[in-house]
């Protein structure tokens, strides 16, 4: 190693899914919503002042950030707008994980955690799932530095009950508790409501998944209005200008069509339960997915020879290697209805094909 390296910032860096350039293949290895963006996008992108282009975009991204207040029932100083909710993320870490005590979360779940901690020097912990992958929330009382949870959790798609996600931030009052909603919007409660009784929650949502928005990179922070500005205060020193215009005009357009939300949801959600249905008599076991994936295992059929076959096939799932514990799982985005079929359909016949073998 050469001098200068000693003194260089080394980190591991989050791996993404891969994002095949062929459009041909069947994408469920992201999670990203297969419907398209509203189509009030195209009015917004057509009706688009070019003029503004040629200025910085509003630091405070005020028009989008409205638009999340207004959707949600809080007020603007209520709400955080980032590039992703990685972007807002990455400032929650900074800002609110400033302690001597490891901050908390589980063993399995969105692995970027981990990245960001190590990135920023922050001490963690991370606490084991049990049997079945639920977190238990008792992991959660112990003295720590903040806690950041998904619910549901990625990549298992459980959603724990409100109930347990409050008794974590009650017992968490001196530490800030976030929670990474990115999948709630597919039939989980959000601990929304919970904002008004503790100051210490911090909810995080993107646009990115319910909102079929991912190419844009809009993710947002619900929270009381003294930590929303701590927030803001770190975000200004490193960049104000996060949140492009066009970003934040076609945003605001997206969360003002809530009727078209709906309709996507409820239609991934209705596809969701129809591939549950089809993958038990596949012989697949899962938890009970309430997200807009399915964490899939298989008695006789290895994940990773799945992987590939269907990778083969023009299928994208994802396969984590690790942890040890989920590398017989694949994770699989819920499509289209038509999308799910051929998946279903493919792997009938591959398994019915290749069963005598792998028993
Ligand atoms: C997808 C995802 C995110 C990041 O989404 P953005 O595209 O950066 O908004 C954050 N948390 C979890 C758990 C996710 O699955």
């Keep these: 190693m050469k001098a200068w390296e000693n003194n260089i910032r080394?980190?591991?860096?989050?791996?993404p899914g891969e994002q095949p350039q062929q459009s041909s293949v069947i994408k469920l290895n992201t999670n990203e919503n297969p419907y398209p963006p509203s189509p009030s996008v195209e009015k917004a992108l057509l009706g688009l002042d070019l003029d503004l282009l040629r200025r910085y975009p509003d630091p405070s991204a005020s028009e989008l950030v409205c638009s999340i207040a207004e959707f949600y029932g809080v007020t603007k100083e209520q709400v955080f707008a980032g590039v992703g909710s990685d972007d807002a993320l990455a400032m929650t870490f900074l800002t609110c994980?400033?302690?001597?005590?490891?901050?908390?979360?589980?063993?399995?779940?969105?692995?970027?955690y981990e990245v960001w901690a190590d990135l920023f020097r922050i001490p963690y912990q991370k606490q084991a799932l049990d049997g079945e992958f639920y977190i238990r929330p008792e992991d959660y009382a112990k003295k720590n530095g903040g806690v950041i949870i998904p619910n549901p959790n990625a990549p298992t798609g459980i959603c724990q009950p409100l109930g347990q996600i409050e008794e974590i931030v009650k017992n968490n009052s001196d530490v800030i508790v976030v929670i990474d909603e990115a999948y709630i919007d597919f039939g989980g409660d959000s601990a929304l409501p919970l904002l008004k009784k503790y100051e210490n929650l911090l909810i995080v949502q993107t646009f990115s998944k319910s909102r079929s928005f991912a190419g844009m990179r809009i993710g947002f922070l619900l929270g009381n209005p003294d930590l929303i500005r701590y927030i803001q205060d770190c975000k200004?020193?490193?960049?104000s200008y996060?949140?492009?215009?066009t970003a934040i005009t076609l945003g605001a357009a997206v969360m003002r069509d809530k009727e078209y939300f709906d309709q996507c949801r409820n239609r991934i959600m209705e596809t969701r339960e129809w591939v549950k249905t089809k993958f038990l008599e596949l012989g697949f076991s899962f938890p009970d997915s309430m997200a807009n994936f399915l964490f899939v295992t298989?008695?006789?059929?290895?994940?990773?020879?799945?992987?590939?076959a269907l990778k083969e096939a023009g299928i994208y799932v994802r396969h984590f290697k690790k942890p040890e514990r989920i590398s017989n799982y694949l994770r699989i985005t819920i499509g289209t209805r038509e999308e799910m079929e051929c998946l279903v359909s493919f792997l009938n016949t591959y398994m019915s094909e290749n069963r005598s073998e792998s028993c």
């Design 10 to 15: 080394k980190v591991i860096p989050y791996v």
């Design 97 to 112: 994980f400033h302690s001597n005590q490891p901050i908390l979360f589980p063993d399995i779940t969105y692995s970027f």
């Design 236 to 239: 200004y020193s490193f960049n």
């Design 242 to 245: 996060t949140l492009n215009q």
């Design 298 to 308: 298989h008695p006789q059929f290895a994940a990773e020879t799945l992987f590939m």
